[in-house]
């Protein structure tokens, strides 16, 4: 809510339209719902707004015509429950049964594309060859428990018995049950 006030600090008889807006804005958020409502009794009341990016420290500025502007406390936004889980870095082409660097990075993430901090579950990592003839296997550790929200995959590489074969392009899937959509990487090659 938005008061406005008259020289004693008293609530006016005001009923123009204030329009709420993002000042400080931490985490590059965009403020959705209705920003601008009609005053009633010197009250502007603001029902549906929301931020969709996490952030400590935002705050709201309210204007309306004729009437001197006002900034409210800071506050933080906090990600949402955890939707999808998503490669935050990707596979990079590598040789066959050599490892996979950098580090593959799966995050948990909001329906915004915040990371959920608070997600700690076991991330799975799979290999999917883009033509029917698979060839190589994943190899390593491909089960890890997230930590905030972040599962690290440091060891990966692509094996093959016979390193003369020319390895199709692949693509990796990370999972975690519990409801969560799948994530899948960017393709990738392996070398022979």
Sequence with gaps: QVTALDANNNT???????TLAIGTNPGSGTLSGTSTVAAVGGVATFSNLSIDKAGSGYTLDATSNGLAGAGSDGFDITAAAATQLVFTGQPTDAAVNAPITPPVVVTAQDQFGNTVTTFAST???SITPLTG?????????VMITAIAGVATFSDLSITASNTDLSLPPYRLT???????SDGFSNTFNITP
């Excluded at 006016?12 to 204030?18: P, R, S």
């Excluded at 003839?133 to 550790?141: E, S």
Aim: proline share 4%.
């Design 133 to 141: 003839n698979p060839l190589g296997q994943l190899n390593g550790t």
């Design 12 to 18: 006016a008889d005001f009923t123009g339209n204030v």
């Design 123 to 125: 991330v799975t990592v």
């Design 174 to 180: 990370a999972g975690a049950g519990g409801g969560l």
